[in-house]
């Protein structure tokens, strides 16, 4: 059956052509713009976001501690708007991750951290907004107008922003090169669409899933649980594969699908392999990614440190179909609109 004409799955599909536009673009000048903040001896990283934008800090936050040695914290944009009492940001690097660049809770943390005189940074695609003039310096993200509600294509360019800054700092050149082979990854990543869509239909009675990862893939379980939560109106939670042991796994049953995202070998492979055996002997069915088991939906070989940029690929196709299985219209989610402006 053909599948109807959509925003947000054209959008899907334009994802390695978008990541690719940014490398190309900013590449060479985020490397001049990581050599004054080496220079600077930052001693951490606070990266204000909502939504999706949340979910490119968090790999951020491996990203950063893995390659720089740099604690990276999420702010609450809320004390410095609800309660006026911004942190004290000295010694810090000062990041504001948005796809409009228009909420003013996330513009005014970063106002008031440059005004403390620390370095501020907006990733951020509309490099005219409120957020990009806010900021010290900006990496726009080249995604183009992004006309779905649904984020797509502004998160993996958010993604391949981060690991440019991270790769930079670190100096970390020939995984600066292996970067730059990532949109032909994603590109395959994409060709696995048919399998994806016969894996949605299990969630088509489904009223709540779990999506399981750990380690630099563990943003990638929050981004495919929102949106799932999204476009299917299905329950996803995300845990680490860690966390879930640790008390949640006795909800594990019939009625509970669970997705295991994993790159290829990778660290936490092992772990979420004896996971699923745990989840397969309670009953919940598997809908894995990127892991060695049947059924699976296959992930091209890459980086572990920038697979979530290809793990999230079948991740954002499985809840586009699984709305469409649900008999939902995945361009246009309920209650949704493309730009939230929270104070």
Same mark, same amino acid.
């Given at each position: 059956m053909a599948l109807p004409e959509s925003t947000l799955r054209r959008e899907i599909a334009e994802q390695p052509d978008a990541v690719a536009r940014l490398l190309s673009r900013e590449g060479a000048r985020v490397a001049r713009l990581a050599a004054p903040i080496r220079r600077s001896g930052v001693r951490f990283v606070l990266i204000a976001a909502r939504g999706t934008s949340d979910n490119a800090a968090r790999y951020a936050q491996y990203l950063f501690g893995v390659l720089d040695g740099l604690p990276v914290a999420l702010a609450a944009p809320s004390l410095t708007t609800l309660y006026g009492r911004p942190p004290d940001t000295r010694g810090g690097l000062v990041i504001g991750i948005s796809q409009s660049g228009r909420s003013p809770d996330i513009v005014e943390t970063v106002a008031a951290a440059r005004r403390q005189?620390?370095?501020? $940074?907006?990733?951020?695609?509309? &490099?005219?907004?409120?957020? &990009?003039? !806010?900021?010290?310096?900006?990496? @726009?993200?080249?995604?183009?107008?992004?006309?779905?509600?649904?984020?797509?294509? #502004?998160?993996?360019?958010? $993604? !391949?922003a981060v690991?440019?800054?991270?790769?930079?700092?670190?100096?970390?050149?020939?995984?600066?090169?292996?970067?730059?082979?990532?949109?032909?990854?994603? &590109?395959?990543?994409?060709?696995?669409?048919? #399998?994806?869509?016969?894996?949605?239909?299990r969630l088509a009675a489904a009223s709540r899933a779990v999506v399981l990862a750990r380690g630099i893939n563990y943003p990638t379980a929050w981004e495919i649980a929102l949106k799932l939560k999204e476009l299917s109106l299905i329950l996803a939670e995300p845990y680490s594969s860690a966390d879930f042991q640790h008390g949640p796994i006795?909800? !594990?049953? @019939?009625? $509970?699908? &669970?997705? %295991?995202? #994993?790159?290829?070998?990778?660290?936490?492979?092992?772990?979420?392999?004896?996971?699923?055996?745990?989840?397969?002997?309670?009953?919940?069915? %598997? *809908?894995?990614?990127?892991?060695?088991?049947?059924?699976?939906?296959?992930? @091209?070989?890459?980086?572990?440190?920038?697979? @979530?940029?290809?793990?999230? %690929?079948?991740?954002?196709? *499985?809840?586009?179909?699984?709305a469409l299985a649900r008999g939902l219209d995945p361009d246009s989610p309920r209650g949704l609109k493309k730009v939230t402006e929270t104070r």
């Open positions: 005189g620390a370095p501020t $940074l907006a990733i951020v695609n509309d &490099a005219e907004s409120p957020l &990009a003039r !806010a900021a010290s310096e900006v990496i @726009p993200l080249h995604a183009g107008e992004e006309r779905s509600v649904a984020a797509t294509k #502004s998160y993996t360019t958010q $993604l !391949a690991a440019l800054l991270a790769l930079s700092l670190a100096g970390k050149r020939t995984l600066l090169k292996k970067l730059g082979s990532i949109p032909g990854a994603m &590109a395959e990543a994409l060709s696995a669409e048919p #399998s994806v869509r016969r894996m949605a239909r006795a909800l !594990a049953e @019939p009625d $509970l699908p &669970a997705i %295991l995202v #994993s790159a290829p070998g990778g660290r936490p492979e092992r772990e979420l392999l004896a996971l699923a055996r745990k989840l397969r002997e309670s009953g919940s069915p %598997l *809908l894995p990614i990127g892991l060695p088991v049947p059924g699976a939906i296959p992930l @091209p070989e890459s980086p572990e440190l920038l697979s @979530p940029l290809v793990a999230v %690929l079948p991740g954002q196709l *499985l809840a586009f179909h699984a």
